[in-house]
Every structure is written in C-alpha cells, then in structure tokens.
C-alpha cells in the first residue's frame, strides 16, 4: 500500500490566499485556514461571517483562487438554504 507523505500550508501559498481574500474584501479574522492541504480543495461556512478553507493538495493553487469568490457564495447559498430561517450566534 503506498502512503503519500501530508501537504501541509506553507506561507507562500497563506499569502496567495491572503491576497485574494483581501481582494474580496474579506477580514482576516473570518477565515479558518486548514494547515493540512487535501484533494480538490474546500470552501466551507461555519456560521456567518466564518470561512473555512482547505487548499488544494496539488502544488498549483492558483486554479482554487481564482474560482475561491464563486465557492464562498456557493458555500453561503449551501447553507443559507439549510437555516431554514435559523439565525447563527
């Protein structure tokens, strides 16, 4: 059985991700950064106004940034659309 060693967050690819979520106007303190990297990526809401986000396992990051607006507002859709009209703390 073959084991593939982790991929874990390096500070070039937190500054990538920083620049794009500083671009969307996103506050710093609103993301959760996973340190482990892991298949395709993910971009998930935790409660309002709290991201959290796994990059991709693959050294190209680049592809998940520039879809990463599209995920945030698809993870908000996802789980506004699960509230069924229950606010978050």
Do not use: C
């Amino acid at each position: 059985m073959e084991t593939r060693p982790l991929r874990t967050l390096d500070q070039a690819s937190m500054n990538r991700l920083f620049e794009v979520t500083d671009d969307l106007g996103l506050s710093r303190e609103a993301l959760r950064v996973a340190l482990l990297r892991s298949g395709e990526g993910e971009v998930r809401r935790v409660r309002a106004g709290l991201y959290e986000i796994t990059l991709p396992e693959h050294d190209d990051v680049a592809p998940f940034l520039a879809k990463l607006a599209e995920l945030i507002a698809r993870a908000d859709s996802e789980t506004e659309s699960t509230d069924h009209g229950v606010s978050e703390p």
